[in-house]
């Protein structure tokens, strides 16, 4: 038998799952994600060696599919699991695992690295380290929702760029942190809020920049904030989490093109900082309620 050294390493950036040869059906590897990946697959019934993740993963059984039956084998202990739809497992990166799923269905696969995993938790809380405890068969209501947010995302082709991803993934992992880690972290209860010349800055920032596909660490670091700390402080200052701001701001400034300017909605597009035209179509529809084209005819 392999010593654990000796066990192969698993890399979600690599698109490949150790047990299946077909790569997934759907991807984040055009994201621009920093620090999280998703893939979908539809899988065969399959036994996966035993290996370790580089990243912390979440495991999310398909939505509308049919209880499997499964075996986990984690640092050698063995646990039987009938999933349920919806139902997640997690397994911290670095451990010994091996799965055997008795019947065909789908799934999803969270990975998150553990550089961003901890930047975010030493951003949060005071400890020095932290252990992360395996899950298998949990019904997480959070988790399931985000799963379901990010997978959207990826099939719209990231309508409000990357940083949507990048919040959920701040987000998913101080829920982690507070429902499967051995410390039960204690948040600020700082209720704090950012000074108008503070909110200017990151305003201005935003407008110079529009035409970029900005990033959270981008705003952050305007104020030389952890994203934990900006996300949390610019939603208690504006209302708003920091990409529903740059949506609105993105599509005040394609309706200003659109009236006043003859460039063509592709022009327009680019301006705004979307790589493509159906994800303007799709984001401009959600806020304004009519299509680009639409919206300039009614002019």
């Known amino acids: 038998m392999p010593t654990k050294d000796q066990l192969p390493q698993v890399d979600m950036t690599h698109h490949t799952h150790p047990a299946l040869a077909d790569h997934p059906t759907l991807s984040s590897e055009q994201s621009g994600w920093n620090g999280i990946f ?21 495991g999310i059984t398909g939505q509308g599919g049919h209880p499997v039956e499964s075996e986990h084998q984690i640092e050698g202990q ?17 451990i010994n695992y091996s799965s055997l799923w008795h019947e065909a269905g789908e799934f999803s696969l969270l990975g998150i690295s553990p ?9 949060s809380i005071r400890v020095k380290q932290i252990e ?12 399931q929702q985000i799963g379901l947010a990010l997978k959207a995302d990826i099939e719209a082709k990231h309508p409000a760029g990357r940083m949507f991803g990048e919040s959920l993934a701040t987000g998913l992992v101080i829920h982690l942190l507070k429902q499967y880690s051995v410390w039960q972290p ?35 670091s305007v104020l030389n ?24 701001c993105r599509i005040d400034r394609a309706k200003h093109l659109l009236q006043f300017t003859q460039l063509t909605i592709t022009e ?32």
């Open 78 to 94: 063995i646990l039987n699991c009938y999933c349920q739809p919806g139902e997640m497992l997690f397994i911290p990166a670095g």
């Open 225 to 248: 904030l952890s994203q934990y700390h900006f996300c949390r402080l610019f939603k208690q200052s504006t209302g708003l989490a920091p990409h529903q701001y740059l949506s609105q």
């Open 115 to 123: 550089q961003f995993f901890e930047q975010v938790a030493h951003e």
């Open 268 to 299: 327009i597009t680019l301006a705004v900082g979307l790589n493509n035209h159906s994800s303007f179509t799709r984001l401009f529809r959600r806020y304004v309620g009519t299509t680009p084209k639409e919206f300039r005819a009614s002019l």
């Open 132 to 143: 992360l405890i395996p899950h298998i068969g949990i019904a997480d209501s959070l988790v």
């Open 186 to 220: 204690r948040l600020s209860d700082d209720t704090g809020r950012l000074s108008e010349h503070q909110l200017q800055k990151v305003f201005k920032y935003v407008q110079d920049h529009l035409e970029q596909d900005i990033a959270l660490s981008d705003m952050a």
């Open 38 to 58: 998703f893939h979908h697959y539809d899988h065969p019934a399959h036994q996966s060696p035993t290996h370790r993740w580089m990243q912390h993963i979440i």
